[in-house]
């Protein structure tokens, strides 16, 4: 227990060197104290007795984020932080310690009308009249808020939903980039001018109007990243929102509220309710204020918000889960395929939509190259996701890790063979979080429930191939097509790889690249819709023809 305080402690001091809670709002600041003294108690630990410092050490509780420091966090309706109607809160923890972060205002019906009333009330009156150039404007000002709490923001993730924080850290690019991508699409929405060929003189063009009010409904797999995504095209098009966060990990997404606020993001354009999905959730689906949903979460989540929405027909995109193949050809540059593949699934510790948790290897080189890839796994670092060594974090709830060890189970009784992990990480400092470790599964084949259902956990399936028609075929034969990959050095293959694998993304010799100008999306049971470039703003956006009689 000691042994594992002091390590939070270095691991703090690491994540802000030298200057602990700089840049943090002054609403916060009663917390910069304990902040320091962690970061104090750790630097003058030399000139006292080791003792005392950590008798000091002890008495701090010195992973508190300002955020994160296990005090009542309200939600966000009408720019105002307000209590639940019914009064419940619940509870956010660490999923690497199972420490408390906060008590959360827990939203259901009754809070998700009020905010739907706000969003519906700023979209229709003040909103409305808000020039693209200043809602261009509010974007860059929350880029620029976004990147100055950088640091606090990532942080947050890392505490509430357990990724490491090289991990949180690297979203940097990503985040402003959305943020900013969106700003410049915000004064570049444009409708045609269409000849039609109507006798007489009448001529027609279209409008691009905003869908109008906007439930977003996001997972806990990466929070800060996910909040970004629905608000950014939101606030680029002139919609208001009401985003419902993930009861696993609802932090980041309220203090990204705050700094909306900050930002000029006037009242009620963008609401943060948190809740169980159930409730909150399904209330928000269900809602006949709510002109459109945009959902990322899993298959079955976005079934039942499908049925949720055929009560007023509101637009619906879905952004689900997937079972992706990544295809490894003998030819390929295997020395970069093997850490390629391994981080294709690992990342996140599987938590990642879009893995490529299928791994098609050419049998020639099937044993040489899964046996790497289970090499590699055995070397990554698992751990809390504070400390900067870490590399594979905690899963995110005991949900997930019941559901992650089951896979495991079921795979070994399949008859698959673990050539890494293949159990969870119960001892020493991890017993008390949701730890799994990158697993590679060999002789799998195509119809084991590990090789078909999405675990997301660190788990790779590994499956051999022979021949380049029946590969195509069998990485086809799932329900999902939302990511793959493909490793080889021949072009012609490449292509024909491309054009045939049915997932709305396909990496070819490398695996998740990502950019906010690139569309992102699913064919089949990973949903439908696009997310990023253009095709994303057009999913805010009604067209309207107008007609006008010239003569
Ligand atoms: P989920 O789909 O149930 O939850 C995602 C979001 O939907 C959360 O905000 C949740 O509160 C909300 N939600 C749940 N039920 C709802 C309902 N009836 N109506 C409206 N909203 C609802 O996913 P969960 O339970 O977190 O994870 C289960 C599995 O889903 C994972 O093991 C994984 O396979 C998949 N998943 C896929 C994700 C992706 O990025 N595509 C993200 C998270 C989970
Ligand atoms: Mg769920």
């Given at each position: 227990?000691?042994?594992?305080?002091?390590?939070?402690c270095?691991?703090?001091?690491?994540?802000?060197?030298?200057?602990?809670?700089?840049?943090?709002?002054?609403?916060?600041c009663?917390?910069?104290?304990?902040?320091?003294?962690?970061?104090?108690?750790?630097?003058?630990?030399?000139?006292?007795?080791?003792?005392?410092?950590?008798?000091?050490?002890?008495?701090?509780p010195?992973?508190?984020?300002?955020?994160?420091?296990?005090?009542?966090?309200?939600?966000?309706?009408?720019?105002?932080w307000?209590?639940?109607?019914?009064?419940?809160?619940?509870?956010?923890?660490?999923?690497?310690?199972?420490?408390?972060?906060?008590?959360?205002?827990?939203?259901?019906?009754?809070?998700?009308?009020?905010?739907?009333?706000?969003?519906?009330?700023?979209?229709?009156?003040?909103?409305?009249?808000?020039?693209?150039?200043?809602?261009?404007?509010?974007?860059?000002?929350?880029?620029?808020?976004?990147?100055?709490?950088?640091?606090?923001?990532?942080?947050?993730?890392?505490?509430?939903?357990?990724?490491?924080?090289?991990?949180?850290?690297?979203?940097?690019?990503?985040?402003?980039?959305?943020?900013?991508?969106?700003?410049?699409?915000?004064?570049?929405?444009?409708?045609?001018?269409?000849?039609?060929s109507?006798?007489?003189?009448?001529?027609?063009?279209?409008?691009?109007?905003?869908?109008?009010?906007?439930?977003?409904?996001?997972?806990?797999?990466?929070?800060?990243?996910?909040?970004v995504?629905?608000?950014?095209?939101?606030?680029?098009?002139?919609?208001?929102?009401?985003l419902?966060?993930?009861?696993?990990?609802?932090?980041?997404?309220?203090?990204?509220?705050?700094?909306?606020?900050e930002?000029?993001?006037?009242?009620?354009?963008?609401?943060?309710?948190?809740?169980?999905?159930?409730?909150?959730?399904?209330?928000?689906?269900?809602?006949?204020?709510?002109?459109?949903?945009?959902?990322?979460?899993?298959h079955?989540?976005?079934?039942?918000?499908?049925?949720?929405?055929?009560?007023?027909?509101?637009?619906?995109?879905l952004?689900?889960?997937g079972?992706?193949?990544?295809?490894?050809?003998?030819?390929?540059?295997l020395?970069?395929?093997?850490?390629?593949?391994?981080?294709?699934?690992?990342?996140?510790?599987?938590?990642?939509?879009?893995?490529?948790?299928?791994?098609?290897?050419?049998?020639?080189?099937?044993?040489?190259?899964?046996?790497?890839?289970?090499?590699?796994?055995?070397?990554?670092?698992?751990?809390?996701?504070?400390?900067?060594?870490?590399?594979?974090?905690?899963?995110?709830?005991e949900?997930?890790?019941?559901?992650?060890?089951?896979?495991?189970?079921?795979?070994?009784?399949?008859?698959a063979?673990?050539?890494?992990?293949?159990a969870?990480?119960?001892?020493?400092?991890l017993?008390?979080?949701?730890?799994?470790?990158?697993t590679?599964?060999?002789?799998?084949?195509?119809?084991?429930?590990?090789?078909?259902?999405?675990?997301?956990?660190?788990?790779?399936?590994?499956?051999?191939?022979?021949?380049?028609?029946?590969?195509?075929?069998?990485?086809?034969?799932?329900?999902?097509?939302?990511?793959?990959?493909?490793?080889?050095?021949?072009?012609?293959?490449?292509?024909?790889?491309?054009?045939?694998?049915?997932?709305?993304?396909?990496?070819?010799?490398?695996?998740?690249?990502?950019?906010?100008?690139?569309?992102?999306?699913?064919?089949?049971?990973?949903?439908?819709?696009?997310?990023?470039?253009?095709?994303?703003?057009?999913?805010?956006?009604?067209?309207?023809?107008?007609?006008?009689?010239?003569?």
């Amino acid at each position: 227990m000691r042994a594992g305080r002091n390590l939070r402690c270095r691991s703090a001091m690491v994540a802000y060197p030298g200057k602990v809670a700089t840049g943090f709002p002054k609403r916060i600041c009663a917390n910069e104290r304990i902040w320091t003294r962690c970061i104090l108690a750790d630097i003058t630990s030399s000139s006292r007795t080791s003792e005392e410092a950590v008798a000091q050490a002890q008495t701090i509780p010195f992973t508190r984020h300002p955020f994160a420091d296990g005090s009542f966090k309200k939600m966000l309706i009408d720019g105002k932080w307000v209590a639940a109607a019914s009064g419940k809160t619940f509870e956010s923890r660490n999923p690497a310690t199972g420490e408390l972060l906060a008590t959360v205002a827990e939203g259901d019906a009754e809070d998700i009308n009020r905010a739907v009333a706000a969003a519906r009330k700023a979209f229709e009156g003040p909103w409305s009249k808000v020039k693209p150039f200043e809602r261009q404007a509010i974007l860059l000002r929350l880029a620029d808020l976004v990147e100055k709490h950088f640091d606090e923001l990532s942080t947050l993730d890392t505490l509430d939903m357990g990724a490491p924080i090289s991990r949180t850290r690297a979203t940097r690019l990503r985040v402003l980039g959305m943020l900013r991508y969106y700003a410049g699409k915000a004064t570049s929405i444009v409708g045609e001018t269409i000849e039609n060929s109507l006798p007489g003189d009448i001529f027609s063009y279209t409008l691009k109007e905003p869908v109008g009010v906007v439930g977003a409904i996001i997972p806990w797999n990466g929070p800060l990243g996910a909040s970004v995504w629905k608000i950014g095209p939101a606030l680029a098009t002139g919609c208001t929102v009401v985003l419902k966060p993930a009861e696993e990990a609802p932090l980041t997404s309220l203090r990204l509220g705050e700094l909306c606020l900050e930002a000029g993001v006037p009242e009620g354009v963008v609401n943060v309710v948190p809740g169980y999905g159930e409730t909150a959730g399904a209330a928000l689906a269900s809602h006949p204020g709510v002109d459109k949903v945009a959902f990322t979460g899993s298959h079955v989540t976005g079934q039942s918000i499908v049925r949720a929405s055929a009560g007023n027909l509101k637009r619906v995109s879905l952004e689900l889960g997937g079972k992706s193949p990544d295809i490894v050809f003998e030819d390929a540059d295997l020395d970069a395929a093997v850490p390629g593949a391994a981080m294709a699934v690992f990342a996140n510790s599987g938590q990642i939509c879009s893995a490529g948790t299928r791994l098609f290897v050419e049998q020639k080189v099937y044993d040489a190259f899964v046996g790497k890839v289970a090499d590699f796994g055995k070397k990554l670092r698992v751990g809390n996701g504070l400390d900067p060594e870490t590399q594979i974090g905690p899963l995110v709830s005991e949900q997930q890790f019941e559901r992650v060890t089951g896979y495991l189970d079921i795979g070994q009784k399949e008859g698959a063979k673990a050539l890494a992990g293949g159990a969870a990480l119960r001892e020493g400092p991890l017993a008390k979080g949701y730890f799994v470790p990158p697993t590679v599964f060999a002789n799998v084949n195509d119809n084991m429930r590990i090789a078909q259902e999405e675990i997301f956990g660190p788990v790779i399936s590994a499956i051999p191939f022979k021949n380049t028609d029946e590969l195509i075929a069998r990485a086809n034969s799932t329900m999902f097509g939302l990511g793959s990959g493909v490793w080889t050095r021949d072009v012609s293959k490449a292509h024909r790889l491309a054009k045939a694998i049915r997932a709305g993304s396909v990496w070819v010799n490398c695996y998740q690249a990502m950019d906010p100008a690139v569309p992102f999306g699913g064919y089949k049971m990973s949903g439908y819709g696009r997310e990023s470039g253009q095709q994303h703003l057009e999913e805010y956006l009604n067209v309207k023809a107008v007609w006008i009689k010239t003569a």
